[in-house]
């Protein structure tokens, strides 16, 4: 069974310092992996997928690293601003099955 | 091109009472995931529909049931229900066989409380 953990749990930093969230998972034998977005009480807004052949995708301040092996991802917000606080979900998708594992997320705060 | 929606957005059940909730797909996506959320936790997998057959079952008993039509809108029921059934409910739609590698698409979710 996959079992996804997010480290570190919950962080504060002031506004402008780049963030660093790390997602571990136990089976490396993924298809893909998605990081989302979570504000409080709502629904989950995808962010970055990285599909298993791929080491990296970047879309704007984001950028998300993936190495199988290791079964580690990295997800890098660059200059965090407020409205980046959220809880940031990572999941993974083992091939064939088309069901996400979740970790329990990294709830952040960027302090003004 | 539409997201995914869900409805209701709230709901309050007794234990015991039966609930049904609805998801949208987005347009042109033909798999539908149910997933579970309790507070301070991930989503956990509950099942899928594809093409109006389920296609994948988490660790949830048999009072969790789906359907989904022809239109890929799908509905999550939930009989005998237990307080511990109080979560965030989020419905997820893809494109299987696609080259979208299975990107899933999350609508805002339902709140449940059973009290």
């Known amino acids: 069974k996959q079992e996804v953990t997010q480290i570190p749990a919950a962080l504060s930093v002031p506004e402008g310092e780049n963030l660093v969230l790390n997602c571990s998972f136990t089976?490396?034998?993924?298809?893909?992996l998605q990081w989302f977005r979570q504000d409080p009480g709502k629904g989950l807004t995808s962010l970055l997928l990285?599909?298993?052949?791929?080491r990296e995708q970047t879309s704007g301040r984001l950028n998300a690293s993936l190495d199988k092996s290791s079964g580690r991802s990295t997800l890098y917000i660059a200059a965090s601003q407020p409205g980046d606080s959220a809880t940031y979900l990572c999941a993974v998708e083992a091939y064939g099955n088309n069901r996400l594992a979740f970790g329990k997320g990294n709830q952040v705060v960027v302090i003004p | 091109e539409t997201g995914v929606t869900q409805s209701p957005t709230h709901l309050i059940k007794t234990r015991g009472q039966q609930v049904t909730l609805r998801c949208s797909s987005q347009s042109g996506h033909n798999t539908v995931s149910w997933y579970q959320q309790a507070l301070g936790q991930g989503p956990q997998f509950i099942f899928q529909?594809?093409?109006?057959?389920?296609?994948g079952r988490g660790n949830f008993p048999p009072r969790f049931s789906g359907l989904q039509f022809p239109n890929y809108s799908s509905e999550l029921n939930v009989n005998a229900l237990e307080l511990d059934d109080s979560a965030l409910y989020l419905c997820a739609s893809s494109l299987a066989g696609s080259s979208s590698y299975n990107e899933q698409f999350f609508g805002p979710g339902t709140r449940l409380t059973v009290l």
């Open positions: 089976d490396s034998a993924i298809y893909n």
């Open positions: 990285i599909q298993s052949s791929q």
């Open positions: 529909y594809y093409r109006e057959e389920e296609n």
